[in-house]
Structures are given as structure tokens and as C-alpha cells.
T-cell receptor, first 111, second 114 residues
Framework: DTAVSQTPKYLVTQMGNDKSIKCEQN?????MYWYKQDSKKFLKIMFS???????INETVPNRFSPKSPDKAHLNLHINSLELGDSAVYFC??????????FGNGTRLTVT | AQTVTQSQPEMSVQEAETVTLSCTYD???????LFWYKQPPSRQMILVIR??????QNATENRFSVNFQKAAKSFSLKISDSQLGDAAMYFC???????????FGTGTRLKVLA
């Protein structure tokens, strides 16, 4: 009965490739997020969707494109991967006024 | 712009002792939400405690409690009777009502010594 699940857990790929990370939540939350955690553990918001509508789009390269087919799913597609994209990517969801519920993260390693 | 500051990159505590992790934030709002998250080596992000700014009473969850000083914009986390399983990164976070953005501090790594 996982609340926020993201796949894959680990992703190792070469520079220049395109990859996707999938996220699903079964909490009935309206809002979903992508956060990036760098090697210094700093958590930075990338995108947020509320009821399938993009509401937060931080300064992120155009190579990153989120997609929300419905309010329970938020995917992240990354084109032309670069070494600097190596990080842990967290999906999260929330309801108004409540805490963020995180997935277990996807560790992306670009070689 | 709102910011969240955790001035202690690393802290250590002896098992069974008490430790306090500090967090300060900058906001001009009177109502907001504050959170503490724990990230163990498994990298899961686990909610520890949540505080609503309009509530004067400090939130408590078992061995975890906060000292919320609204005027000072301070939100420290106290861990009592520290256990080895408390070793983790701890993040303080802020959210303003009516917005969807959660802003995180840079984290404090807590080591628990046996």
C-alpha cells in the first residue's frame, strides 16, 4: 500500500541518452512535485502540478519535461542527459496545508 | 523571498542523551507551516513533525518536540533519549498558505554515538 511510488530506484545511463522516471500516488492528493537532491543533499524544487496543471516551473533546463496524465501520476522525462544531471530525484505529493509525502527517490547516475 | 537556514551542518549526540537542531526562517507572513523531515541513509524522506504558525503550542511526536519561537522566526527540533536509529540528515521546511512551494533548509547531519 505504498503511498508515493517512483520507478526506477536506480538509473545508470550514458551522456546524451534520454530517460524517464515515473511517479504514482494513491493518497488522493491534488498536487505532485519533482525535487532534485544534489550531492550536497540540497533539495531543490523543479516542478509542481495541481490537478494536472503545471503550477511551479523553476529554472530548470528545457531538457527536463514533466508530464501529468492525471492527478495521480507525474512523470519526468530528461533529454540529452549530462554529467551534472546526476542526482537523486524525488517525487512528492501533498494536499492543501498538509506535509509533503515523498517517494523513495531515484538515483540517477550519468556516465 | 522566504529562506530557511540550518546553521549546523553536523551534530553529534550520545545515545540516550538529548540534542537540539536549529532552524531559522525568513518570512513576512503571519500564517505558514513548518516541518521537520528525517532522511536516513536509506534516503527515504520521513515527516517527523509539523507545526502551524497560528498555533502557539509546540508540536510533539513521541521523543521529538519543537521549540517554535514565532517572533524570533526560530523552529528548533529537540530529540530526547536519542537512539542509534535517529542518525540521519534532518531538514527543516517552510510553506506559506495559498502557495504550493515548500522551501527546505540545507540540512543537519545527526550522528548518534553508542
Amino acid at each position: 500500500d505504498t503511498a508515493v511510488s517512483q520507478t526506477p530506484k536506480y538509473l545508470v545511463t550514458q551522456m546524451g541518452n534520454d530517460k524517464s522516471i515515473k511517479c504514482e500516488q494513491n493518497l488522493g492528493h491534488d498536487t505532485m512535485y519533482w525535487y532534485k537532491q544534489d550531492s550536497k543533499k540540497f533539495l531543490k524544487i523543479m516542478f509542481s502540478y495541481n490537478n494536472k496543471e503545471l503550477i511551479i516551473n523553476e529554472t530548470v533546463p528545457n531538457r527536463f519535461s514533466p508530464k501529468s496524465p492525471d492527478k495521480a501520476h507525474l512523470n519526468l522525462h530528461i533529454n540529452s542527459l549530462e554529467l551534472g544531471d546526476s542526482a537523486v530525484y524525488f517525487c512528492a505529493s501533498s494536499q492543501v496545508g498538509e506535509a509533503l509525502h515523498f517517494g523513495n527517490g531515484t538515483r540517477l547516475t550519468v556516465t | 523571498a522566504q529562506t530557511v537556514t540550518q546553521s549546523q551542518p553536523e551534530m553529534s549526540v550520545q545515545e540516550a542523551e538529548t540534542v537540539t537542531l536549529s532552524c531559522t526562517y525568513d518570512t513576512s507572513e503571519s500564517d505558514y507551516y513548518l516541518f521537520w523531515y528525517k532522511q536516513p541513509p536509506s534516503r527515504q524522506m520521513i515527516l517527523v513533525i509539523r507545526q502551524e504558525a497560528y498555533k502557539q503550542q509546540n508540536a510533539t511526536e513521541n521523543r521529538f518536540s519543537v521549540n517554535f519561537q514565532k517572533a524570533a522566526k526560530s523552529f528548533s527540533l529537540k530529540i530526547s533519549d536519542s537512539q542509534l536509529g535517529d542518525a540521519a540528515m534532518y531538514f527543516c521546511a517552510y510553506r506559506r498558505p495559498g502557495t504550493y512551494k515548500y522551501i527546505f533548509g540545507t540540512g543537519t547531519r545527526l550522528k548518534v554515538l553508542a
